[in-house]
Each structure stands twice: as C-alpha cells, then as structure tokens.
C-alpha cells in the first residue's frame, strides 16, 4: 500500500494529525467500533479521570488492531468523541506519545457530545486502519 499525506497547511502539525491520508492500493481495511475506557467483560474504568481513561481507550484499540494484524502505524484516521474538549486537550501528551513511537499519522475529527453509552465513559476512539 502506498500512504501519502495531504497536508496543505502546516499548523496540524503541532497537534499531531494530518488533514488527509491518500490510500493506493491497500489490499486491507479495518473499520473499528468505538473504543473506550472498559476491561475485558465491558465494566467502565477510571471514572472521573480522563488521562486515564485515554490510555486504556488506546490500550484496546491497540488490543483489536492487534487481533487484526495491524498496528497503530496502520491507522489512517481516527474520530474522537468526547465529553469534555478541555480535558481532552489536557490529555494530548498520552495520544500524541503513543501515536509517534508508533509512526501514526492520521486524519483525525474531534467531536464533544453531551454523553457516551455509560455514564462513567468520557471518551470514545474510532479507528480505520489500512495495510
């Protein structure tokens, strides 16, 4: 698969996201539902704490992934859904560290919402990733 970037402003670039990924000739696409802060039988973890909450929505996306044969650098875009804007921003270091050791560059949409299926949730990550 070649991957280019179409980034035709520069100022995503501190954030960590790009504007567009040009996909040609992927010969695999995976879709990923919505991954949040929840252990292995669907239980919500960490509420209250959105760094946390973060990390352990990133921890399964990468468990699924995994389970697919991709990895976090296969991942061309993500949407993020949110409760709190703020506290994402608060949170961008465990993203934008994670993403990088992984060569992830996607094109990102951030939505805040006024809830997510559990109460206790703060943050969902949705993934497409292509190899």
Not at 22 to 45: F, I, K
Not at 50 to 66: H, I, M, P, S, Y
Not at 92 to 110: I, N, W
Request: glycine share 10%; net charge negative; with cysteine.
């Amino acid at each position: 698969m070649e991957r280019k970037i179409v980034n035709p402003w520069a100022w995503q670039d501190k954030i960590g996201f790009v504007q567009a990924n040009a996909l040609e000739g992927p010969s695999r696409v995976l879709l990923c539902a919505g991954q949040t802060s929840v252990d292995a039988e669907g239980n919500p973890v960490h509420a209250g704490d959105f760094r946390a909450q973060t990390a352990l929505a990133l921890d399964n996306l990468e468990t699924v992934l995994g389970q697919a044969g991709f990895g976090l650098g296969d991942v061309v875009r993500l949407n993020y859904y949110v409760t709190d804007i703020q506290a994402f921003f608060g949170a961008g270091d465990v993203l934008r560290e994670r993403f990088q050791a992984a060569g992830c560059r996607p094109a990102s949409t951030l939505l805040g919402v006024a809830a997510l299926a559990l109460p206790e949730l703060m943050i969902e990550i949705e993934a497409t990733a292509a190899a």
